[in-house]
């Protein structure tokens, strides 16, 4: 079976198991540990409360750093994508594009991306504006 094709609409990652099981997991020992120290003033119950914050700590920074690494790939494949589908003129402006803007612009196709820079670039776009443009969808399959 393959996946829908991408488009607007469907094109975030939700990772269930991720998303949503891991999180309400920590989110019900986080619960649990908070009122066991409510009831039980020990030390084992404030380690408990402390390593529930942790580990929410680390599913935080777990996601923010995949996430940063993800959008400093995506700006060096965007600069050099520009390079090649950018005519000459709009490669020197394209540097001024902000980070959020180039990641709205990665799901355009080589043809439309001229236009959608100049776009961009003229009305000052932001994301979801520049990726609700796009009308030739260039998926993105092994985002993190």
């Known amino acids: 079976m393959t996946a829908p094709t991408q488009n607007y609409a469907n094109h975030r990652r939700l990772v269930p198991s991720f998303h949503i099981v891991l999180f309400f997991i920590l989110l019900a020992n986080f619960i649990f540990s908070?009122?066991?120290l409510y009831r039980h003033h020990t030390?084992?119950?404030v380690m408990g409360l402390a390593m529930a914050v942790a580990f929410g700590l680390i599913f935080g920074h777990m996601r923010g750093f995949a996430t940063t690494?993800?959008?400093r790939i995506i700006r060096l494949e965007e600069t050099l994508r520009y390079q090649r589908c950018l005519p000459a003129d709009l490669q020197g402006r394209a540097a001024?594009?902000?980070l959020p803007q180039m990641i709205g612009l990665r799901f355009a196709s080589d043809a439309e991306l001229p236009v959608l820079v100049a776009k961009t670039l003229d009305g000052n776009l932001a994301r979801g504006v520049i990726k609700q443009q796009?009308?030739?969808?260039?998926?993105?399959?092994?985002r993190v």
């Not at 796009?134 to 092994?142: E, G, P, S």
């Open 34 to 36: 908070a009122v066991h």
């Open 43 to 45: 030390y084992e119950a």
């Open 69 to 71: 690494l993800q959008d």
């Open 96 to 98: 001024s594009l902000s």
């Open 134 to 142: 796009v009308k030739d969808w260039r998926a993105d399959n092994v």
